[in-house]
């Protein structure tokens, strides 16, 4: 079975432009959760997608949003990128229903690497 | 809001050497606790996890007990190996998001 799929694995931007980042879950997970990690604040939760529609929300500024599309696949957008968006951003998607938001068991991509200059 | 704290790394060890990593916690209610492991270059996986009070997780050697009384779940591995070599992630899920610790870079050399 097919692990998580990030694209693209690494990318450069300079500040004020925008990205884009995708994420293809296991199949069957229609969970997926977005995470930054870097080296000074750790991970820290961005949104949780279940459904096409987000269920939970991190506190990041507007700049930062997501969606998810039918077959559960999921993009995160980062607008008017900063210098402090330089950050490796972690996918993760998870077998869950419809009443359990996640059951904390997580399969992690190996993530997008996002320089900004 | 709940939390996880982990002890600082790096953690430097010789091969075989007993290893225990910290972490303490606060939450509200009975949340789950997990250990996630990250190798260099690589996205976290899921090491082991416990969901209720004394439950024992275990896995490739390693384990942790859910201590309510101290708020603990402290990772132990009688013999460390160097393709341990990683940063461990202790974390907890409470009623939605999962909270992640700032994590503890373990080094083993032969």
């Known amino acids: 079975k097919a692990g998580v799929t990030q694209t693209p694995r690494y990318l450069i931007k300079t500040r004020g432009q925008q990205v884009t980042l995708s994420c293809s879950p296991i199949?069957?997970?229609?969970?997926v959760s977005w995470y930054q990690q870097t080296p000074g604040q750790g991970l820290q939760f961005l949104f949780e997608?279940?459904?096409?529609?987000?269920?939970n929300k991190g506190n990041f500024p507007g700049r930062f949003s997501g969606r998810q599309f039918s077959n559960s696949r999921s993009e995160m957008n980062v607008s008017t990128l900063e210098l402090g968006d330089s950050a490796l951003y972690l996918c993760?998607?998870?077998?869950?229903?419809?009443?359990?938001?996640?059951?904390?068991?997580?399969?992690f991509g190996e993530g997008s690497r996002l320089t900004v200059l | 809001g709940n939390s996880v704290t982990q002890m600082e790394g790096p953690v430097t060890l010789s091969e075989e050497a007993f290893l225990t990593i910290n972490c303490t916690y606060t939450?509200?209610?009975?949340?789950?606790l997990f250990w996630y492991v990250q190798y260099p270059g690589e996205g976290l996986q899921l090491l082991l996890k416990?969901?209720?009070?004394?439950d024992k997780g275990s896995n490739k050697g390693f384990e942790a007990t859910y201590r309510k009384e101290t708020t603990s779940f402290h990772l132990e591995k009688g013999s460390v190996q160097v393709s341990d070599s990683a940063v461990y992630f202790c974390?907890?899920?409470?009623?939605?998001?999962?909270?992640f610790g700032t994590g503890t870079r373990l080094l083993v050399s032969p």
């Open positions: 974390a907890l899920k409470g009623f939605q998001k999962l909270v």
């Open positions: 993760a998607s998870s077998l869950v229903n419809a009443r359990v938001t996640n059951t904390g068991e997580l399969f």
């Open positions: 199949s069957g997970h229609r969970s």
């Open positions: 416990a969901t209720k009070a004394d």
């Open positions: 939450a509200t209610g009975y949340p789950s």
């Open positions: 997608y279940f459904s096409e529609t987000q269920r």
